[in-house]
């Protein structure tokens, strides 16, 4: 008798433990799945869902805005110019000349007297071109000699005819030892809203040789290429 209920007792322990098992696997299971689901929920938010969109959306961005590279220089006798010639060089940027409607003569002393002119008057010359594709340009470097301590009254029209806001600007200067003069101050007033960097400047005597200087100054930027 004693052995009999033994085995009674040993089978219901057994029938007990089995139908506990079945019991936590079933809820193991369903655990995960109830998990899964949750996670599945918590990775599929409107937010996240839209990531994926949104990423090649941004991806596209700088094509669309261009994420492009601009060199907007005034040069009356090349040694602006010749500086956004190196810029160019290592930036892989694209060049515009500013230039007025009517011709600067060509003669010094003219020139000298008729920019003090402009200056005094603070006149904007009329320009012979526009940049069509202004928003195509993030980063825009503006090139100056140095005329009466200041920028000459053309880059003032070129810089008031566009947005600058989001835009990055880079000045660089050529001059006749003045320096950058007041330029930097008329180009953050004239480009209000662009992030305005740390320009370059270098005599207009010198500007053959500063190819190195040039390249420096980029790669301090992140600039050069
Ligand atoms: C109208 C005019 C005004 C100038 N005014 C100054 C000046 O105030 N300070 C200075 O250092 N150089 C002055 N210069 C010299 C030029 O800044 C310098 O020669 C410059 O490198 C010329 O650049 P560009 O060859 O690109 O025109 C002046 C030159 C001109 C033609």
Not at 39 to 57: G, I, V
Request: with cysteine; net charge negative.
């Amino acid at each position: 008798m004693k052995k009999f209920l033994s085995m009674l007792l040993t089978f219901t322990m057994l029938v007990t433990l089995a139908a506990c098992g079945a019991s936590q696997e079933q809820g193991g299971s369903s655990a995960p799945s109830a998990d899964a689901s949750s996670q599945s929920e918590e990775n599929t938010p409107p937010a996240s869902s839209e990531q994926p969109e949104e990423t090649p959306d941004s991806s596209e961005a700088p094509t669309e805005t261009g994420g492009k590279t601009l060199i907007a220089y005034f040069s009356w006798s090349g040694n602006t110019e010749t500086l956004a010639g190196m810029i160019q060089e290592s930036t892989g940027g694209d060049l515009f000349a500013i230039e007025t409607e009517t011709p600067y003569s060509d003669d010094y002393d003219t020139v000298v007297d008729q920019a003090k002119q402009e200056q005094a008057d603070n006149i904007r010359p009329a320009l012979a071109a526009q940049v069509e594709n202004m928003d195509d340009y993030d980063t825009v470097f503006i090139g100056y000699p140095n005329w009466w301590s200041d920028v000459p009254m053309a880059v003032l029209t070129f810089l008031e005819s566009y947005d600058w806001n989001g835009k990055t600007v880079i000045p660089f200067c050529t001059s006749g030892g003045g320096g950058f003069g007041n330029g930097i101050d008329s180009i953050e007033a004239a480009a209000e809203g662009a992030t305005i960097l740390e320009g370059f400047h270098v005599g207009g005597s010198s500007v053959d040789g500063a190819a190195d200087d040039v390249a420096t100054w980029l790669d301090g930027l992140g600039l050069g290429q």
